[in-house]
């Protein structure tokens, strides 16, 4: 099977699924306040984010830098480690090219 028979391995993948970048997006209330739950009951000594289902990361990655900059503002000294995932057979360049800033909004 070609992977252009899977809509998360299509170029336009992000524009084609704006309304779960919305749905994404509008959770920060309740990724906030979980957020501030978890740092001031744990103290960790690093903080662990998951994205599973990630594809190009054009519906999730806009949270996850919100996240990771309210992370920042928190405890700028808190090591962060951000784990993305999808399945095996996921073009994983257009995620590496969107964290890297190369070619993404």
Known sequence: MKTTEYVAMQDDYSARTLGARNVIAA????VQSAL???LHQSNPVV??????GTADGGTSYPLMQRLLGH???T???LPVHLAFSDLPRNDHNALIHRAEGIGQE
Not at 27 to 30: G, K, L, S
Not at 47 to 52: A, P
């Open 27 to 30: 959770t920060w209330p309740i």
């Open 36 to 38: 501030q739950a978890v």
């Open 47 to 52: 903080f662990h984010v998951g994205d599973f």
């Open 71 to 73: 992370l920042r503002d």
């Open 75 to 77: 405890d700028p000294t």
